[in-house]
């Protein structure tokens, strides 16, 4: 396994999310001018209901396989060869080109937002976006094409029935899964003794200055939440009040450091958190390079997100994209993937093809695998599901901007 | 005919600059006052309103780290002027031959992206870093002391980031003094001290106002240093308008704030203008 701290793909993640706020100014200026003559009469709603069958099917009747597919999709969410691609090209003929252009849902949503509302294709024919505000909006705006499921037959073969039709997208109408993963406690070994188990501990002032708290909303906010006990998925405004007074005293009180995008896990392996919220696949890539951090979904249960696969409005290339996007099912490639990223595959077949995998190894490389497969957080069992909750989802706009507004207000004071 | 043709010249070479200027500052600007006033969301759209109350929310709401970044940026500002003079003046006066030289070395480190290295002084300045941890190890720092997270970070950030738009200016103003008017200066018996004073110093504030301009303006705005150095409480403007925009979708708030953070800027410049006795601002920019 590489070190991630080297891999030129982890430094682009690291950089880009950043290095777009300066752009972004720009872009700003760029979306005005284009709005100056929307600005007269105001900026249009486009929102768009559930589409029906006839139209997904007019739409998709009459389009071909182009040999040629953009695949947008976060940093190291793919093995460094590329194998899983590879052999795509090879037994498909199309060639793919691979992007690490994501790093963050909403700089990527922002960057994108005024190009789809322009009708302007964003030249990517597959992106990957977590379930939460962004992925709302993007159905909302009908900024997605609807999936043609008789074109995924490995989909609906091989997908754990947990991974098909979701709560935030009804019938996988706009997209499939293509990795879940979990936002728990990630600790630093060095310097946190006791192992941690509790939420509690991101509150404990015996840790004043050395917690390290996530800048999403969504994130934050579900910790809050869960801290009060509330799960997160039925928690009401009041709610959300007491959880963002809570956060805020928390703050006050000197117990965070920071507020984190992706930048906390080098902080916790370096020591300038001890303990954070963090995600899964990280600490167990950060483990495999040998640094003192781990991973806990705190007894009072964590988040479960999945990051989808997707087809922008205006894409290129819709057809090859279902097929790559389907291929990613083959129980054989899902392993491949899996067993790179270290989160959770929507495809349960990878278990078993792990396991036989491992019982032809020898030494370490088989005790690694073994561990892995053993894994409740990357093959969680049903026990392990049940303490899982999924974010908070305002339900009209104002609510959205309430929720936001509450705890940006704890995060960017 | 041809006398016509030769007074419209100018302005027809200009013509190219005066498009560019109309296409990404004028439309943009105006367009960006015009999205400011609206209001709405994204999923139901944004309507022309003329809300002026826009720009009352937002401040309201933000003036904390508006105020912050003032601060932020003034101080970093002055540090880089302390810092930054004496260094054009050893490099005007006594750089002698490797003056160039020395210019080059002072924007080396610039060759490299402004994030990448924001992220390195993250890297150095870590709490038990190659920096801190020996020290820390040595008993020579306690335990829980660390810079990365404080307003200490940011503003050293911000000094280093913008540093080399403050020398410039000002050693290209040092360097036009001529080395005569210095020697003329002593051969009125005056001290070297009151030379500089009455001399060297007042040739140079030119340089020091358009240094000042162009260090207090982007580091006032400045989201990245905030973003990477900073910890909590340490929220820039730029950071919010970013928020605003990228998060929120909030676009009306997101322009109001930006056009706040101008007049605001704008409004700063002016006084300091004055107050440095600069008769006029634009004059003393372009010079």
């Not at chain 1, 491949?336 to 490389?365: C, F, M, N, R, W």
């Not at chain 2, 003034?74 to 490797?98: N, Q």
């Amino acid at each position: 396994m590489h070190d991630p701290r080297t891999s030129p793909a982890f430094l682009r993640g690291m950089t880009r999310s950043r290095s777009v706020s300066r752009r972004d100014v720009f872009r700003l200026t760029g979306l005005s001018a284009a709005g100056l003559a929307l600005s007269a009469c105001g900026v249009q709603g486009q929102q768009k209901a559930a589409p029906k069958p006839s139209e997904v099917a007019d739409f998709w009747a009459g389009k071909k396989k182009n040999g040629k597919v953009v695949f947008a999709n976060w940093p190291e969410y793919m093995p460094e060869d590329r194998g899983p691609l590879k052999k795509f090209e090879q037994e498909t003929g199309i060639t793919v080109e691979y992007l690490e252009v994501i790093e963050e849902n909403a700089s990527f949503f922002g960057k994108a937002e005024p190009q789809l509302r322009a009708g302007q294709p964003l030249g990517y024919d597959i992106i990957v976006m977590t379930n939460g505000t962004q992925f709302a909006k993007m159905q909302a705006l009908g900024y997605l094409v609807a999936l043609d499921h008789k074109q995924l037959p490995n989909f609906a073969a091989n997908a754990g029935a947990k991974y098909k039709n979701p709560a935030y997208d009804p019938n996988n109408t706009y997209s499939i899964p293509y990795t879940s993963g979990m936002t728990g406690i990630a600790y630093n070994t060095k310097y946190v003794k006791d192992p941690i188990k509790s939420i509690q501990a991101l509150f404990d002032p015996k840790y004043k200055g050395k917690v390290g708290m996530m800048a999403d909303s969504q994130e934050i906010a579900n910790y809050g939440l869960l801290a009060l006990g509330v799960a997160p998925e039925q928690s009401t405004r009041a709610d959300w009040d007491k959880a963002a007074a809570m956060l805020q005293k928390q703050r006050e009180d000197g117990i965070v450091r920071k507020y984190y995008d992706q930048d906390y896990i080098d902080a916790v392996s370096k020591g300038d958190v001890w303990l954070t919220m963090g995600w899964s696949g990280d600490v167990f890539q950060r483990q495999l390079a040998g640094e003192p951090v781990a991973f806990v979904v705190p007894e009072e249960g964590g988040t479960i997100w999945t990051d989808n696969m997707m087809i922008p409005k205006g894409a290129a290339n819709p057809v090859d994209a279902l097929m790559l996007m389907d291929y990613l099912y083959k129980p054989e490639i899902a392993a491949e993937l899996t067993e790179y990223i270290q989160y959770v595959t929507p495809v349960p077949a990878v278990k078993d093809l792990l396991s036989t995998k491992a019982a032809g190894l020898k030494g370490e490389d088989k005790e690694a695998l073994e561990a892995m497969i053993e894994s409740p957080l990357i093959f969680p069992t049903e026990a392990d599901y049940a303490k899982l909750h999924t974010y908070v989802t305002p339900s009209t706009p104002a609510e959205q901007e309430a929720f936001e507004s509450m705890f940006q207000a704890v995060t960017q004071g | 005919m041809r006398k016509v043709r030769a007074a419209a010249a100018p302005y027809l070479l200009a013509l190219p600059a005066w498009i560019w200027f109309a296409i990404f500052f004028v439309v943009p600007i105006a367009a960006m006052a015009s999205v400011s006033l609206t209001t709405g969301n994204l999923l139901e759209g944004f309507q022309q309103t003329f809300s002026f109350s826009n720009y009352a929310k937002a401040v309201g709401q933000y003036h904390t780290q508006l105020i912050r970044s003032l601060i932020y940026g003034g101080i970093a500002t002055l540090i880089m002027l302390v810092l930054a003079y004496p260094m054009a003046y050893w490099i005007a006066f006594k750089g002698g031959r490797r003056k160039s030289m020395y210019l080059f070395l002072l924007l080396l480190p610039f060759f490299v992206s402004f994030v990448l290295r924001t992220i390195s002084w993250g890297f150095l300045l870590a709490d038990d870093g190659i920096l801190f941890g020996p020290l820390k190890s040595a008993g020579l720092l306690p335990g829980d002391f660390h810079v990365l997270a404080t307003d200490v970070a940011v503003i050293g950030g911000l000094v280093y980031n913008f540093l080399p738009f403050m020398v410039l200016p000002i050693y290209v103003a040092l360097e036009r003094v001529d080395p005569r008017v210095v020697e003329a200066a002593y051969d009125l018996y005056a001290s070297r001290w009151a030379a500089f004073r009455k001399v060297v110093l007042p040739l140079s504030l030119p340089g020091v106002f358009a240094g000042v301009l162009m260090t207090f303006v982007p580091a006032t705005a400045d989201p990245v240093n905030a973003r990477i150095l900073g910890g909590t409480g340490n929220t820039m403007i730029g950071n919010i308008i970013q928020t605003e925009y990228l998060t929120n979708n909030d676009y009306p708030t997101a322009s109001a704030l930006s056009f706040t953070l101008m007049a605001v800027l704008l409004v700063g410049i002016f006084v300091y203008a004055r107050s440095l006795g600069t008769e006029n601002v634009l004059e003393a920019a372009a010079r």
